[in-house]
């Protein structure tokens, strides 16, 4: 078995030991006789999965206790269309456009009320976070919505919008519990797990209570309501089981790990990596400003598409996977998240440094 560094955005790299773990309990998960794939989802035995994931994830992140955690399905994207027929009650919001993600969910948003673009960063291709300390948000918003880390372009929210009092809707799919946060700043936060936590099928939603409510918009699925499946505990159908059962084994790892600031320290340390060498390399340059520069996507180019077609082949070949940029940008992006070891990123900058010193 040979197992290459993945710098894929998504599904991407998941905890070796984590794997491991679930081989090892895939026939027989505790002396149940069974996978946790053929359990009952209203068994003992995922009740306690299911417990201590939210248990867990709770503790991880500080989430206090006005805060629904909800465990559904459907993708990110289908809380493009969630979030407004919950939360749009006057039928207005506003919404901050900084790439593919907050745009499609800015234009879903425009089939059920006035969606307003209050700051975009589409005039520089996306490559930076537009300054959101005093934005014209409206007095009738229900919601300010970002996309807290723009997976495509790269880019990071270092510092949350001034919402004027309106609640914080936040995508935080591509940087899920790879640093610190204070969840009382937002009134929902949302992601597809695919990249920082397990396996795609299932999203989490956490969410302030006082939001959760009976009012959603006139046709609005009973499966598409969080009051639904917050009212049943992420029970009302049949769950993502499995997928929920490695969310929460990786927040075990997390944990063993020393939680989230430990986190946000080891990703500091892969990023800075990857960029003091893109700052100073004469063929591969970042394509982000500095101060908005993402911890768990770094795009870069060379300058030259069939140079770039020719560093992705050849990393390819050397044990590094999928390093090609999004089909919608082109050039290289190296997704360094959590699962991804250090070693990972020190081989990928070796192996650019000798790119470089061949091709230049
Ligand atoms: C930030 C962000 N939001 C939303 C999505 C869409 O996720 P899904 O494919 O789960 O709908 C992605 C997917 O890559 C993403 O990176």
Redesign the pocket.
Request: a positive charge; aromatic letters at 4%.
């Given at each position: 078995m040979s197992r290459v560094y993945n710098f894929s955005?998504?599904p991407a790299v998941l905890p070796e030991e984590v794997l491991r773990e679930a081989a090892d309990e895939m026939l027989d998960y505790r002396g149940t006789g069974m996978s946790v794939m053929e359990m009952s989802h209203r068994s003992k035995a995922f009740a306690g999965i299911i417990g201590e994931a939210e248990a867990d994830i709770r503790e991880l992140m500080g989430i206090p206790d006005n805060y629904k955690v909800l465990f559904l399905q459907?993708?990110?994207?289908?809380q493009f269309a969630m979030i407004p027929m919950n939360l749009m009650k006057n039928r207005v919001a506003d919404y901050i456009v900084t790439?593919q993600?907050a745009k499609?969910?800015y234009q879903e948003a425009q089939k059920y009320g006035k969606a307003n673009k209050i700051a975009s960063s589409e005039d520089r291709t996306f490559s930076y976070i537009p300054d959101c300390s005093d934005l014209p948000v409206s007095p009738d918003a229900d919601y300010v919505y970002i996309?807290e880390?723009?997976?495509?372009y790269g880019t990071k929210f270092r510092t949350l919008p001034d919402t004027k009092g309106k609640p914080l809707v936040a995508?935080?799919?591509?940087c899920f519990l790879s640093e610190p946060v204070d969840v009382t700043k937002y009134g929902l936060i949302y992601?597809?797990v695919?990249?920082n936590i397990g396996p795609?099928g299932v999203?989490i939603v956490i969410i302030r209570e006082d939001l959760i409510t009976d009012d959603v918009l006139p046709g609005t699925p009973t499966m598409l309501q969080y009051k639904t499946h917050a009212d049943a505990g992420s029970l009302y159908n049949t769950p993502p089981a499995y997928g929920i059962y490695i969310c929460g084994k990786v927040f075990k790892w997390l944990k063993a790990q020393g939680g989230l600031q430990a986190m946000k320290e080891k990703n500091e340390k892969k990023a800075a990596i990857l960029y003091s060498y893109l700052d100073q390399s004469r063929l591969f340059k970042g394509t982000v400003r500095p101060e908005d520069r993402s911890l768990m996507n770094v795009p870069f180019v060379t300058g030259d598409k069939d140079l770039d077609a020719k560093f992705v082949e050849e990393a390819k070949k050397a044990g590094l996977e999928n390093l090609k940029g999004h089909r919608t940008v082109g050039g290289m992006r190296a997704s360094i998240y959590n699962a991804m070891p250090c070693e990972g990123v020190q081989a990928l900058v070796e192996f650019m440094a000798e790119f470089e010193k061949e091709n230049l």
């Open positions: 955005a998504g459907g993708g990110a994207s289908q790439g993600w499609k969910a996309c880390n723009n997976t495509i995508d935080v799919s591509s992601g597809g695919q990249k795609a999203v």
